[in-house]
């Protein structure tokens, strides 16, 4: 049974392999790698801000979500590629709105990088509506918000 859950210190290679995985087929459409290649996922899981989405002892998809002032922030979400297709997706991202509507937050925000055109359509099926695009620390972002009713 699939079950969303906080990583702990035990998941972080688990958690590392998740995301360069799930990220490795945007390698070849960015001029450097991916941020979230290069998190300090021993000091998130540390913070208490990731979680993961496991079917047994298998992690299956990466959540790095933060409580802001009056948003969750989506830093980065990311399903194995042996996963994909299955709505893994979807489900990380209800737990996103499901944990904002317990906070009583009305908004969730995250950005994605403009070549993960993949990521855009995702988001806007989703709800999502795009409020600006621009160059932020050499990457070309695109920023997204939903508000929730």
């Known amino acids: 049974m699939r079950r969303i859950r ?15 995985a799930a990220y490795s087929k945007y390698l070849a459409r960015m ?18 801000v990731v979680s993961v989405l496991t079917e047994g002892e298998a992690v299956q998809g990466v959540l790095v979500m933060m409580l802001q002032q009056n ?7 990311a399903v194995d590629p042996c996963f994909q297709g299955q709505g893994l997706g979807k489900m990380l991202m209800a737990f996103v709105e499901q944990q904002a509507r317990k906070e009583q937050v009305k908004e969730i925000r995250l950005y994605t990088n403009e070549v993960m055109t993949e990521n855009l359509l995702f988001y806007q099926k989703l709800g999502f509506e795009e409020e600006d695009r621009h160059m932020q620390d050499g990457y070309r972002r695109v920023f997204l918000h939903k508000v929730l009713a």
């Open 31 to 48: 001029d450097k790698e991916p941020v979230p290649l290069h998190a300090d996922y021993e000091a998130l899981i540390a913070q208490g």
């Open 6 to 20: 906080q990583a702990q210190a035990t998941d972080h290679q688990a958690v590392v392999a998740c995301v360069r």
């Open 71 to 77: 948003c969750f922030w989506v830093e980065n979400i």
